[in-house]
């Protein structure tokens, strides 16, 4: 595969989800079995990536526990001939693929957060960014795998697109189609969170992203927009100026595991997948 990093941006608060996140990162919340930073990790892993980055922070130590070696378990469940679930516990990444860790000192963004892998990235690299909280089901094949074989076709930099409720285009960000009827979707601009009145249209971003190395070199001079936050929208609004970009709906069912109602959702419908196989 031609991507071989991808980014995960971890180390937001996860407000909504107090009090549960004020010990644990809101990534390490279980649906079903498994936190949901897994998930997004075992559709990069089927994407072909090899390295793993993984911007976190102060409170996010868990995330990096979760996906390194446990000598004293497996020590313990081996004596005790605990064979599946020794099993269970070595597989959590294979060994091919490396991960590293970075740190985002403050929250500022998200647009920064991925500006923390800066160094890591080269210009002339395409490289994926995974939001764990966008929790997806993909069909035929992973959502990020999906945004891949689009890259491998068209060579340049790929967002993943879903068409929401004209009244929630204020939730995300949102593309300006330069050509409706076609697909692969021709990206002209984008802005983030809209009202509804000025939204270009209602292909809102999801948390998938295949990006030119260099926008690592434009999100550096990106400034606080809205929410006072460091966007990674604008950084992309920018790259629009200098580099083809295209939108690909994606194929499969979408969680929003960053609210409630969304993570309750994801645990139900990964939840009759476990209980009918
Ligand atoms: P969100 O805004 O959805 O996550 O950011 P949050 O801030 O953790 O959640 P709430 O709103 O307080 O409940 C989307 C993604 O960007 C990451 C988050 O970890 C999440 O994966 N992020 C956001 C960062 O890594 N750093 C930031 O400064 C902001």
Wanted: hydrophobic share 40%; with cysteine; net charge negative.
């Amino acid at each position: 595969m031609s991507i071989q990093k991808a980014v995960f941006p971890v180390a937001g608060m996860g407000t909504r989800f107090l009090p549960a996140t004020k010990a644990i990162p809101k990534e390490m919340l279980t649906v079903v079995d498994r936190p949901i930073i897994d998930y997004a990790v075992r559709e990069a892993v089927e994407a072909g990536c090899e390295t793993l980055i993984f911007v976190t922070g102060r409170t996010k130590n868990a995330i990096a526990d979760y996906f390194d070696r446990n000598p004293d378990l497996e020590n313990e469940l081996e004596a005790k001939q605990k064979a599946e679930a020794l099993e269970i516990v070595r597989n959590i990444i294979p060994s091919h693929v490396q991960c590293i860790y970075v740190r985002q000192s403050e929250a500022l963004g998200l647009g920064h957060a991925v500006h923390c892998a800066a160094p890591l990235i080269t210009p002339d690299e395409h490289f994926a960014v995974m939001l764990p909280d966008d929790l997806i089901d993909g069909y035929p094949v992973g959502a990020l795998k999906q945004l891949i074989q689009a890259h491998e076709r068209e060579r340049c930099s790929v967002l993943a697109l879903e068409q929401v409720a004209w009244e929630d285009v204020h939730k995300y960000g949102v593309i300006k189609p330069a050509n409706s009827d076609l697909m692969p979707i021709q990206i002209e601009s984008i802005v983030e969170k809209p009202a509804r009145a000025d939204a270009p249209s209602n292909w809102s971003v999801v948390g998938r992203y295949v990006l030119s190395g260099k926008i690592m070199d434009i999100l550096k001079d990106v400034q606080r927009g809205t929410g006072g936050e460091i966007q990674l929208t604008d950084g992309i609004s920018q790259l629009l100026q200098t580099e083809k970009m295209i939108g690909v709906p994606l194929s499969g069912k979408r969680f929003d595991c960053g609210n409630k109602v969304g993570f309750l959702e994801a645990n139900l419908h990964f939840g009759l997948r476990f209980l009918n196989r």
